[in-house]
């Protein structure tokens, strides 16, 4: 099974970074370049265990639809997501926040499994890792510039 293991290194309170990467409306502006909205489950603000929200976006040329849910929580350490419906075979998504001197390190396990047997992992090895993986750095990337900000008030503060 193909793993994504991304660390990433964020200027910014652990407690603060755990709550972005959960945060409904700022994984919709990372994705902004593939349409993707939250559409149905928990759709607005921080989501919890035991809750799923289902994304609509457009990613390789088509419209598609990823339910996943969150299977695991410690705040303000670790969670996990899981993919209950969409186009993988399976999907977890592991997020680990550590608090360092000077910040938070981030780090991501996507572990994944394609359908379709040998032409699925062959599109995978040729095209899908690579793509998959921009896309986490580029929402990484994102949560890094926000947490680093103070854009992430308006998301957190109330």
């Known amino acids: 099974m193909p793993v994504i293991h991304l660390t990433s290194f964020i200027a910014a309170p652990h407690d603060r970074v755990f709550d972005l990467a959960r945060h409904i409306g700022l994984h919709q502006q990372s994705m902004q370049g593939h349409h993707e909205e939250a559409v149905a489950g928990t759709r607005f603000g921080l989501i919890e265990k035991d809750e799923t929200v289902t994304w609509?976006?457009?990613?390789l040329f088509k419209n598609r639809l990823l339910?996943?849910?969150?299977t695991d929580m410690k705040r303000p350490d670790s969670f996990s997501d899981m993919q209950m419906q969409g186009d993988f075979k399976s999907m977890q998504h592991e997020h680990h926040f550590k608090p360092c001197e000077n910040?938070?390190?981030?780090?991501?396990?996507?572990t994944?499994?394609?359908?379709?047997?040998?032409?699925?992992?062959?599109f995978d090895r040729i095209y899908l890792h690579g793509y998959m993986t921009r896309l986490l750095?580029?929402?990484n990337e994102f949560i890094k510039k926000t947490a680093e900000s103070d854009q992430w008030k308006p998301?957190?503060?109330k």
């Open 56 to 59: 609509r976006a457009r990613h």
């Open 67 to 70: 339910r996943v849910k969150i």
């Open 103 to 110: 910040g938070t390190i981030m780090i991501d396990l996507f």
């Open 155 to 157: 998301l957190l503060m």
């Open 112 to 122: 994944y499994e394609v359908p379709y047997g040998f032409f699925g992992r062959l």
């Open 137 to 139: 750095q580029r929402r």
